[in-house]
């Protein structure tokens, strides 16, 4: 198994309490750390508000970040989970991309989406299209980027995208093009995108779930003509971690007093759901364990990792490092 670490960026109010003068200088040496470290890859949500509610506290735009952790780091890989297709055009995404590869020597994953996060769209004027106009804009947006990359120019006039030689030079870095990761689990659409262009898929939830979706990958792999295992299954998970029970419990009122303050009742019930709903990596040690060795069995190829105290506490990304990641390598 493979292993990605989140960086945080604000967006689910890991940053609070924090000078935002000290913001870069917190996720820099967070992102030195994971490169020195056991992981693969860092990460960061493509998000401009905070979730589960608005606020006006500091999120950090993605690939601004992409770029700078590219310079600050030799080593592990750059993703986003996931860049939202909607937010911008896909010829100027594919040259911001490229651009970023260079900067990195080669090191860049493009994890795209249809997006979901109304609110931001609407706040930022992009409208919200229907979930089927947002997974048409992907397959359009996916196509552009790859002609991009693959031959240095690209033109496709389309629905929702029309581009006429829009030249990307340099090629990127890596040969072929950058890694696509398709995020999302819709079986009759993304999962069809997934299975034409992905390196990488995204979906999340229990075993079961998870055997579900890549069933339906395997699906449109087959109708396509494609090596189903060419294609690397991961999961998002959220991670508190501890060596035994009452320090999970002690790191989870630490992080809920943390965020308190700054939602609504509703809010505050919604992002605690967060660590114990599908998604959810808490427990001990062999607990943690337990539960990715699960998933591991059931072809899931890479685990990325969301620590909600990592700019706070890194004690609990350290016993990940030292007690879990080298049980599943």
Known sequence: MRFGIFIPQGWRFDLVDIDPAQHWSTMQ???????????????????????????????HEAWTLMSAFAASTSRIRLGQMCTCMGY?????????????????????????????????????????????????????????????????????????YQVDGAIVRPLPVQGGGIPFWIAGGGEKVTLRIAAKYASYTNFNGGVEAFTHKSEILRGHTDKLGR??????????????????????????????????????????????????AGESLVGTVEQVLEQLSGMKQAGMGYAIHYFPESAYDPSGVELFEQKVIPELQ
Request: charged share 25%; net charge negative; proline share 5%.
């Open 29 to 59: 040496s967070l992102a030195i750390a994971a490169d020195a470290g056991p992981w693969e890859s860092l990460w960061v949500y493509d998000h401009f508000h905070t979730t589960p509610e608005p606020s006006q506290e500091a999120t």
């Open 88 to 160: 911008r055009n896909p010829a100027y995404l594919a040259k911001v991309a490229a651009t970023v590869d260079h900067v990195s020597a080669g090191r860049v994953e493009m994890g795209i989406g249809g997006g979901w996060y109304e609110h931001e769209w609407r706040a930022y004027g992009y409208g919200f299209p229907e979930i089927p106009d947002r997974l048409k804009m992907l397959g359009e947006g996916v196509e552009i980027m790859k002609q991009a990359w693959e031959t240095g120019s690209a033109t496709l006039d389309g629905k929702y």
């Open 227 to 276: 090596d189903f295992d060419s294609i690397t299954r991961s999961a998002n998970f959220n991670t508190v971690i501890g060596e035994n029970e009452a320090e999970v419990k002690e790191r989870l009122d630490a992080i809920a007093a943390r965020v308190k303050p700054y939602l609504s009742d509703a809010g505050f019930e919604r992002f605690m759901h967060n660590y114990s």
